[in-house]
Each structure stands twice: as structure tokens, then as C-alpha cells.
């Protein structure tokens, strides 16, 4: 058996597999999803244990909130309690120190749950209990405490009908239960306790997503639909609301439609004033200007301007950095100045001649 790492942040058990008629293969992994993950094999007598073993040998732990956690000869683990320097008779495949709420984490016939001080557990009935001659009746994973002012552990139940969820337990000692809050009202009556398999642990800022994120719980003991939470900040003007929100990214479309008809003209202006000027401009895809573009009006206006058929940006000889022109309009205020002007398409090159000479691409 590998050796336990000493930080465990959560323990996931596994369904048991059969080895051979008379032994069976459980699995647990410590701290999954984590650069520190660690995968424990248990070989067990099918459907019993090991006798129990005094024999420590592995007594490297330290003592830690009143108990020091060790290993037995049978492979098994164990605490000795500080008062006394005594070894006690509990036993289990995969377990944590006692943290400072006087809980330690623990696995056992496949199973894992949380135990106190005094060896009881929490079982799948959500009861500390006392352990009796039958298996370990506890969940598929547990994590550790939660930080902030409201600590509460992830536990996932382990049925066998695909119906898997997810509750909260509390330093208290209990499975903890959620009561609706939708901005006013506080509804008791709609309390619950039992979320989707895929709900998330706990954040240090005390707020945890439930039910694919359908739900925002408050480690306070206050759930809200996500609907509510985002109506509650857009009445107290933390959030925009959707209107307020295509409002702006109208405007500020707007304004760069306002800017580019501006350059455009100007441009067009310019080159009127060259009289026996001839130019060939490349035309490339806005994309160019990608990223002054975001910066300048958004990313919104970005996405939109791709969609506008007659934005192109115009290229001198390959030296001059991209512009962005409304294409139409270019030609119609060139055409307006007497410069006759057409647009390649093949070679998606635009020509002009202020001689009123087209140009003719060889």
C-alpha cells in the first residue's frame, strides 16, 4: 500500500471488484484533480477484514489536535491518542489527521465519510453514529472543509440507482440545509439539502454553484436561482441589465461607424488632391486591425464589423499600415470627384486614377 500523503483535501472511494472467490479490491483516490492526486489500493477477505492488529509500524506522524495518526502490521490505519499514549481500536483503509473542529476524513470498505473524537461517523443516513459489525455505510467522496466564517465539506452519496447527489456537512455536525432567498423574502418553507452529483465545493469567499449552475448556495445557509441572484444585482446597479447593456454596445457601434465614414471621406479627400497620382491599394480583412479594434470600441463592435460586408481595410504598397474603410463608400465619394475607380475582385486588389486613366492590372 502506498504511503498516505500528509496533506489530504479529499478522498473519493470506489465500487469493490473481486480479486479471486475470496478477495476483493477497493479503491481510493486522495486528492483528485490535483497535481498531489494519489491512487490507494486495498486488498481485503471478501466481505470481512483483516483481524485487528496492536503491531504500529509506522509511527513517523506527529500528535496533531489530540491524536497522531499510525499504521498497523495488518496494513491498516489507526490513531493512538495523546492522553494516555494509547492505541485505539478503530480502523481504516485511507484517514486524515483531526482538524481543528475535531473531524479527521476517513475511508473504509470502499466507502468514506467524516468520524469525530469520539469514532463516530456520519453515515448515508446524514446521523453520527456509532460503527457496528456491518460495512462501513458511508458516501463515494468527501472533501475538506471549506475556508471563511461558515466551513462546510462537499459530500457525494454513493447510490447504486445513478441517483448521486451531493450535500453540505457543517462543523456542527450536521448535513447543512439551504433556505430560498429571492431579494425580500426568506423562504423557510423551501428549505433543501441535497444538490446535483456535479455541484461544486465551497470557494474561500463562501458561495459554491449547485446544479449546473442553476443555483448560487451561501455557505450562510441561503440558496438563490441564478435568475434571482442576476434580477437582485441589476435592481442594485451592480450588474448592467441586458437593455442598458445593447444600448451601449449600440453606441459604441455607432461611434465607429462614425469614425470610419469620417477617415474614409478624408481619405477619399486627400487623394483628390493628387493630380497625377496612380495607386493600386491591396484590401485586406479587418482582422488586421483586430486588436486596436478591441481596444478602441470593444470586443462586441469587433465581432459585428466582421459581419459588415463593406468594411475592408485598405493597404499601400505594403507599407502602410492597414486602414479601415467603409469600401462603398470610398468609391462613391471618389466617383463624386471625378476618380474613376473599380475593385478587382479576383485579385482583390481596388484601383483608382486621378487622370480619370483606369489602371489595368497586367
Known sequence: MKKLPKEIISIKGSVYSFVDKETERYAYILNEGTDKEVRVNVLLPYYSRPDISFDIIDDSRDFVNGFKLVQTANMEYA????EGNTLLPFRYDVATDFNEYGYAMVGKDGKVSWI??????L???????????SKFNGFLSVSDFSKGEHPLSKVCSCSYDWNKKTSYFG?????????RYDGEIIRDSDSIKNFSYYSEDFNDKGYATANNDWLILLSSGYYLYTKDLIRICEEKGFLDTISSRVEKQE???NKFIRDIEEKTINLADNLSQHNNLIAEYGIGSIELKKVKLISSYGKDVYERALTNGSLVCLIVNEEIPAEIVDLELFQSSLAKRGIPSYIDKEGNVFHYNTNKHVKVKK
Open 79 to 82: 490513531y493512538v491518542k495523546e
Open 251 to 253: 453606441e459604441a457601434y
Open 171 to 179: 462543523v456542527d455536525g450536521k448535513i447543512k440545509e439551504f433556505s
Open 116 to 121: 469525530d473524537k469520539n469514532f463516530k461517523y
Open 123 to 133: 453515515n448515508s443516513k446524514y446521523e453520527m453514529v456509532n460503527e457496528d459489525s
